[in-house]
């Protein structure tokens, strides 16, 4: 398998410098960017596995926020958003706006690195498609197609961000049973998580708002409380 492809984005060659050596060092094809043109230029010469976007910028007027989701409909690519805001509400906003993971700095190099891993081994997975048990899920009107990784609701296709469509399968695949949400953070983020439930939250309101009739009456993922939740059974 090709080295995967990582790109760093930020205002800060410093932290730059730092990212990349440590990344490079474990075999990583590794690129630059310290503003949006060239981050754009370099999304669209180089097909990237990993984007790592540093948002807090102080030496221009660049929002980064806004730059996370013009990337997010640019690429499919997994995203790390770091920043040293430690506020919740900065996270979901990252959350929400399509990023996979979210780092608040200082940071701990080892854990960036093991996220860094976990990334790009779901990518990889999704884009050659490791995981696939089976072809077609039915539930309801839903119709998850593992192969092409489609998914369709009462016969329109739904576009989901691998994270999404990764959780919505990884749900779908135990209908009826209850996912607890440390589970389900440790098995689409990897072992290293169990207690961001925030994560959670964001991603199960964005696949409600893109496969249920009524978001706020959900029939496909209805909400355990204080446990976790459980997809759609007709037995």
Known sequence: MDQAKILLVGDD???LRVLRRNLFG???????????????????????????LI??????????????????EMTEAPMIVMSSDVSENKKIAAFDIGADDYLVMPFNMDEFLARVRNLIRRWQKYKTGITRNET?????????????????VRGETVKLTPTEYEILVYFAKRRGKVVPHRELLRAIWGPEYGDEKEYIRVYISQLRRKIETDPYKPVYILTEPGIGY???SDT
């Open 55 to 72: 948002i807090d910028f102080v030496s221009s007027d660049i929002d980064g926020l806004e730059m996370c989701g013009k990337l997010v």
């Open 230 to 232: 459980r997809f759609f």
């Open 136 to 152: 077609i899920i039915l539930a309801g009107e839903l119709v998850i197609n593992t192969e092409s990784h489609q998914v369709q």
């Open 13 to 15: 060659p410093n932290i």
């Open 26 to 52: 474990r075999g990583y094809d590794v690129y630059l960017a310290l503003d949006d043109e060239e981050t754009y230029s370099l999304i669209g010469r180089y097909s990237i596995d990993l984007l790592v």
